[in-house]
């Protein structure tokens, strides 16, 4: 296969874009057909010989990009679990178990499709790949300082993205949001599981995560009966000390479980916080002796923008048309207001900024109305910069982070607990995690800014496909391996882009 120039490339998909425009050129100028446009016919299929193509055309740039920032040498020289190497090091093992998530594996036995892609290895230059089975042995291996340990050595190599390209994109306020979830398993072996507060056998993984490049910086395995908060502080202390040094300010947020106040005076030195206060009788009552002109009416920016100046009627609530029909219990919001306070929790040596969130609800039964109710949302700060209105709206932005966990749920599959006991779930949670934290290091390294905006907040599975699941031709040779990109895929130029800004770009 011969190689092709940049130039020679960028012409070829330019030539692939106006062959598919001639063809929808073509819509709405269509007359009357007497067949159905999806024709019907005799199909061969043939296995052909010495072509090594694959449809993961997109793995090789995510696996160059690994390599430039020198992940796999930061993993095989400080993760020392393997003896003897007889063939596979550390990283292999790591990057095996990423890949197969990055290529749209959801267990492990999903591996073994990939040993028998020869382009696939070809692409990541490898001999052979781990089987399941020695994937599986090797995530056994663990311990809870091996797991740590592998956080870390990801963690290493983010401020050569931080530094460069992702600089811009951490903003004048780096978020580090804070939320535990629950990991369920049906599994009556699952060593280290616990009964949650809901009913349900599983484990408590605990998400640290930055909210500007949805990275995860920690997956903190923990019994299915562990609060939110336990051992939060710890690891949002690791979280200060990975960020700070790399973004000019750096703001912390998460729930009421997260209102450390024991921590609060510490954490108020190094950062900005906002986080949920449970609605005590101490600030309810503060709240409720709140003169009448302190409250100002909050007024919630639309969900959706429109895009043109036309907008479609919106159809009625179904909903609410049965609740009214059946007599349900209804509950609706009528309006919101905004007051703030200074308060010093027990456990601190200084006094906050407290914002309080007043809501009116109208409870209904059918059409009778039974009466309003009051409810007090309160949050904690040390932001002064924002007004009242804006750090409930920052608040609740945090909220976002619940899609990066479903994302590790349903996306990436990271919590999936596919082994025996809670320290290998854990590691094989980092593995799998790393996975996402690549699509959000591919994003970074595109070229135009929409994009790596567009790219970051993009589902894991879309991704797949706009990135990664690129049918190509695979060459590899003494020189290098040269990767032909195959049909007329929409995203090619993205793909293209990102691999020249990787191989162009330095780290350091």
Request: proline share 4%.
């Amino acid at each position: 296969m011969k190689r092709i120039s940049h130039a020679q490339s960028r012409k070829n998909s330019a030539a692939r874009k106006r062959k598919v425009a001639r063809r929808h050129a073509r819509a709405g100028h269509w007359s009357a057909r007497p067949k159905p446009m999806l024709g019907t016919g005799k199909v061969h299929y043939e296995i052909g010989a010495n072509t090594d193509v694959t449809s993961y055309g997109g793995i090789a740039a995510v696996h160059r990009l690994v390599t430039r920032v020198g992940l796999a040498r930061e993993i095989d020289q400080k993760l020392k679990l393997l003896k003897v190497h007889l063939p596979y090091h550390e990283s292999d093992h790591v990057l095996n178990l990423a890949y197969n998530v990055m290529c749209g594996g959801t267990r492990l036995e999903d591996i073994e499709r990939l040993r028998h892609d020869t382009a696939y290895m070809n692409a990541l230059g490898a001999e052979l790949i781990p089987d399941p089975t020695t994937a599986g042995d090797f995530c056994r291996r663990f311990r809870e300082e091996d797991v740590l340990t592998l956080m870390e050595c990801i963690n290493e190599v983010r401020p050569k993205l931080w530094r460069g390209r992702a600089r811009e994109m951490l903003g004048p306020v780096t978020y580090i949001d804070a939320d535990g979830t629950i990991s369920p398993t049906d599994g009556e072996q699952k060593a280290g599981m616990g009964l949650s507060y809901k009913g349900i056998w599983g484990y408590a993984p605990l998400i640290i995560s930055v909210a500007n490049t949805r990275e995860v910086l920690y997956v903190v395995n923990r019994p299915g009966n562990a609060p939110s908060h336990t051992d939060a502080a710890v690891w949002i202390d690791r979280a200060l000390d990975l960020v700070c040094p790399h973004a000019p300010r750096v703001c912390l947020r998460g729930d009421t479980d997260f209102s450390l106040t024991a921590h609060f005076d510490r954490w108020a030195e190094r950062a900005d916080f906002i986080f949920g206060m449970d609605c005590s009788k101490a600030l309810r009552s503060r709240a409720e002796a709140l003169d009448e002109g302190c409250w100002r009416r909050l007024e919630r920016k639309p969900k959706r923008a429109p895009l043109t100046e036309q907008t479609r009627r919106r159809q009625p609530s179904e909903k609410e048309r049965i609740v009214k029909e059946r007599g349900y219990l209804n509950l609706e919001l009528k309006y919101e207001d905004v007051a703030e306070f200074e308060y010093r929790p027990g456990k601190c040596g200084r006094s906050y900024r407290v914002v309080v969130l007043r809501k009116n609800i109208s409870k209904m039964k059918g059409e009778n109305l039974l009466f309003d109710e009051i409810r007090y949302f309160f949050y904690i700060t040390t932001r002064t910069d924002l007004s009242a209105e804006e750090v409930v709206r920052c608040a609740n932005e945090r909220c976002d982070q619940e899609n990066v966990i479903e994302q590790l749920k349903n996306g990436v599959g990271a919590l999936r607990v596919p082994l025996y006991d809670l320290v290998s779930n854990w590691a094989y949670m980092v593995m799998a995690a790393l996975a996402w934290n690549l699509k959000s290091w591919l994003a970074l390294m595109m070229h135009r800014k929409s994009d790596r905006r567009d790219y970051i907040r993009m589902e894991f599975r879309r991704f797949l496909h706009a990135l990664i699941l690129i049918p190509a031709r695979v060459e590899r040779r003494a020189r290098g391996i040269t990767i032909r990109l195959i049909g007329c895929h929409p995203t090619l130029d993205r793909l293209f882009g990102t691999w020249h800004m990787i191989e162009s770009v330095g780290f350091t």
